[in-house]
């Protein structure tokens, strides 16, 4: 069955300095998405990057970069110059299947990440 | 772009009553998704919707409900309120199609409070 884990709970990263955050994952369909998300204090979850199971670069937004393992199904989440703004909750998500056919997502549990000035 | 809208954003409600939650989608997004997050259970897919007929569906029990709008509004329905539904919802909605993957816009979510 789909899963999706994230084994960190809560991490403290210095305001500037790169964190990573660690997804692993678990699905028999070879074509799934993987996602971020982040989870301020609001509740609104906000997209931050995507990574396809055929992509063969790993994804980048601005600050955000997924270094995707796929032997090892993994998507760890790397911040870059990590900013008080920064500071939420961050979950792991999957899809599987083809893109058009579903917009059911897995979450993992989530990592809460502050950052300190 | 107007973004993805819910109302109410909170809600108190009593058990035994039923509560009818709203998801407006962006503009031009064909398909809706709810999800329900809790503390100890994390994020749970409830349903989705794609022109107004239910595409997927989560494990959940039929207390649970929802629909589609031709206008492709969701609204969704909760009955016989238990404690245990108390909980954030959160919609998402998303294009729908041959666009590469299809990413999933959320909105702010409902707080529903079960007393």
């Known amino acids: 069955a789909q899963k999706i884990t994230q084994t960190q709970p809560g991490m403290f990263v210095q305001e500037k300095e790169a964190v990573t955050l660690d997804c692993t994952y678990d699905?028999?369909?070879?074509?799934?998405?993987l996602f971020w998300y982040k989870q301020p204090s609001s509740g609104e979850m906000i997209f931050l990057i995507y990574q396809g199971s055929y992509d063969q670069q790993n994804a980048t937004e601005g600050r955000y970069s997924l270094n995707f393992q796929k032997a090892r199904k993994s998507a760890n989440l790397v911040i870059s110059a990590s900013q008080l703004g920064d500071s939420a909750m961050y979950f792991c998500a999957m899809r599987e299947g083809r893109t058009s056919n579903t917009g059911k997502l897995i979450f993992g549990q989530g990592t809460t990440l502050q950052v300190k000035p | 772009k107007a973004g993805v809208t819910q109302t109410p954003r909170y809600l108190i409600k009593t058990r035994g009553q039923q509560v009818t939650l709203s998801c407006s989608p962006i503009s031009g997004h064909r398909s809706v998704s709810w999800y329900q997050q809790t503390p100890g259970q994390g994020l749970q897919f409830l349903f989705e919707y794609f022109s107004e007929t239910q595409r997927n569906k989560g494990n959940f029990p039929g207390r649970f409900s929802g629909r589609q709008f031709s206008n492709s509004r969701s609204e969704m329905n909760v009955s016989t309120l238990e404690l245990g539904d108390s909980a954030l919802y959160l919609c998402a909605s998303r294009l729908a199609g041959t666009s590469s993957y299809n990413e999933q816009f959320f909105g702010p979510g409902t707080r529903l409070t079960v007393l």
């Open positions: 699905t028999s369909d070879p074509s799934y998405g």
